[in-house]
């Protein structure tokens, strides 16, 4: 049962379709079913969908205005720090951390660059496979492991970056090693960013920091 809401869902058609005197309702297929043809339990089951559906509109709709709020707000925030140490408002905004001042609520603003890789990437595997093959049994394991995971792709089929930004900070002397680290910095493209927000709370200062789940996954 869903339980009850403190702001009203939003309207969503029931589904019923009126045409010469009769009610209908359209079937996945798109044809339409004559309303006392349909069983009670699927009429039932389409109406508390329904229902789910009008509050998780609202709650979509209350989430997208309080993120943009908390944008706000912490804009004005920054352009009276800036006011008071005499820098100009604008400019692009790295990641930045806003706390209480008993140091036990903070807000964390992150920013993610999208990035893509170009063919160059190419030229840096075969770079890495050369350093493999001439270093062969005598490489170190997780050297050939970084080296490994660094091109190996996701479910999407895209380059785990996580693993990329691993092997640009491994140190090693070898030329062709730092021609390979090269290669994938060639290689990178920064298309765009996005920007997220967590949210973290503690009881005290020495506990460990709880983060407050606004999205449903992790509700």
Known sequence: MVPKSTFEPHPVPN??????GNQYMADGKGGLRALE??????????EQVRKIFGFAFALAAQIG????????????????????YGLTVGGPKGNRTYATFDGLMKIE???QDRIVYGPEMQVAKALFDKVLTERAAGSDPLIRSIITSAFDTDKEGQINRANVFVLLNVKDDDPEFKRGQEAIRDAMHVIGSKSY?????RDAFDAPWQTLTIDLASA
Do not use: T, W
Request: no cysteine.
């Open 15 to 20: 589904g019923i379709i009126e045409a010469n």
């Open 37 to 46: 043809n349909i069983p009670a339990m699927k009429k039932l089951q389409d």
């Open 65 to 84: 205005r309080f993120k943009g709020h908390v944008y706000e707000d912490l804009g004005s925030l920054d352009a009276l720090m800036m006011q008071e």
């Open 109 to 111: 603003v992150r920013i």
């Open 197 to 201: 927000l967590r949210f973290q709370h």
